[in-house]
């Protein structure tokens, strides 16, 4: 195919599975294939999808690190014992209302949300998501997709992560109109359905249907203008249910170490990072966590290369203890109730598996998250030397 348009549709946490059961868009689109998904969240894979490069390079895993020397939040140590009573400064509205607040004072430009981190913890944290990743230069030093299209001056749309869906997908039958040759087209609305409906199919099934009417119509108006359009839909990750949840933060808190002086530590949905200040904390947490040794496990070296997340810093923390799919942490850092649907698993979990499927051949170079940049880098490239 010779494509007068190449539209890239990025629908978050639809995975494999789901892509394969349900036989979504498969009339429309039927070259498909599960992709391994980058290990991490959504704000590990979206940095990772912009960039073509692994966050053992850009840096972006999980939102919050511990980082007491580079922390911009010192400052707010003391809001604890100013925000009282905390049952109610820790209600997610208000947390959420807080976090607007700061993301202004700071100046932030990214995504940012304080979910459930302590006061106290936040003073020695840093925040890796400053910059809007989907701007000019939003992950400097390393070329973004936005760069990219600036640099070989192809016409072209990139959504707005602030706006709905529907915002983002009628945004796009615009900019078609508008004559952009190249679309990168964000929605997010399943990834949220996902964490709290997983199990009704009913609700996931009008969500899917809504998604093809859209894709028809984006279709449809480049057919109306007389245009070619190579259509590719794919997503970060799939999404696991719901098993049970484990309490590690009470069982690391019962060892009367002191949090910043003997170690550090970043409580995830699904995973545990910790950084160790003192030869006697790493001993007593390895100790501890052997109780959950049936329930998740130790990332080795060897799998932090493989996943893309091994730094010489220790960015990411020195140890990660990952749990087993299905298995939340609660509470955590990121929320107190466990959902009915999470991700941020290991790769190989096949509820984790990505999707791609398009209206023309998928390379068969395509096989993980971090290939998706290489693609569009491709074709939006080709799209130049045709306008040239």
Same mark, same amino acid.
């Given at each position: ?8 549709? !990025? ?29 991490? %969240?959504s704000c590990t894979a979206i940095p990772t999808i912009l960039s073509g490069v692994q966050p053992s390079q850009h840096g972006h895993l999980?939102?919050?690190? !511990?980082? *007491? ?18 049952? +109610? ?21 990214? %995504? +940012? #949300?304080?979910? #459930? ?9 840093? %925040? ?11 992950? &400097?030093?390393? /070329? ?11 016409? +072209? ?7 709905? &869906? ?19 087209? %964000? ?61 590690? #933060?009470?069982?690391i808190q019962a060892l009367g170490l002191r949090f910043g002086t003997d170690y550090g530590v970043c409580y995830d949905s699904t995973m ?6 003192? *030869? /006697? ?20 070296? /060897?799998? /932090? ?44 979990? *096949? ?38």
């Amino acid at each position: 195919m010779q494509p007068d348009i190449e539209i890239f549709l !990025f629908i978050d946490a639809l995975g494999w599975n789901l892509t394969c059961q349900t036989h979504f868009l498969e009339p429309w689109l039927p070259e498909r294939r599960g992709i391994e998904m980058q290990f991490g %969240y959504s704000c590990t894979a979206i940095p990772t999808i912009l960039s073509g490069v692994q966050p053992s390079q850009h840096g972006h895993l999980s939102f919050f690190q !511990f980082s *007491p020397q580079s922390s911009p939040f010192k400052k707010l140590a003391g809001l604890e014992n100013l925000l009282k009573p905390a049952s +109610f400064w820790n209600r997610g509205r208000v947390r959420n209302w807080l976090s607007k607040l700061i993301k202004y004072l700071y100046g932030y430009t990214g %995504y +940012f #949300q304080l979910y #459930q981190m302590p006061w106290k913890k936040l003073a020695m944290m840093d %925040y890796c998501e400053k910059r809007d990743l989907f701007a000019p230069h939003g992950l &400097d030093p390393i /070329e973004n997709l936005r760069d990219l299209l600036d640099k070989i001056k192809v016409p +072209f749309h990139i959504s707005d992560w602030h706006l709905s &869906d529907e915002a983002n997908l009628e945004a796009g039958c615009q900019a078609l109109r508008n004559c952009c040759r190249f679309l990168f087209l %964000y929605t997010a609305g399943l990834d949220g359905l996902l964490h709290s409906h997983i199990d009704d199919m009913a609700i996931i099934q009008r969500k899917l249907d809504w998604y093809a009417t859209k894709v028809q119509a984006l279709l449809e108006t480049g057919r109306q203008m007389g245009r070619q359009i190579r259509m590719t839909v794919f997503s970060d990750h799939g999404m696991t249910p719901f098993t049970h949840s484990v309490d590690i #933060q009470s069982v690391i808190q019962a060892l009367g170490l002191r949090f910043g002086t003997d170690y550090g530590v970043c409580y995830d949905s699904t995973m545990v990072r910790f950084t160790f200040l003192s *030869p /006697e904390a790493k001993d007593k947490i390895h100790s501890a966590m052997t109780a959950f040794e049936s329930q998740g496990r130790w990332l080795s070296k /060897e799998e /932090e290369i493989h996943y893309g997340i091994y730094r010489e810093d220790r960015l990411f923390g020195d140890a990660i203890f990952l749990m087993n799919p299905g298995i939340q942490i609660i509470p955590s850092d990121m929320g107190v109730k466990p959902l009915r649907g999470m991700h941020g698993y290991a790769p190989e979990d *096949p509820y984790s598996q990505a999707t791609i499927m398009s209206n023309d051949h998928i390379p068969d170079r395509i096989h993980c998250v971090a290939d998706y940049f290489s693609l569009m880098k491709e074709r939006a490239c080709n799209l130049s030397s045709l306008t040239l």
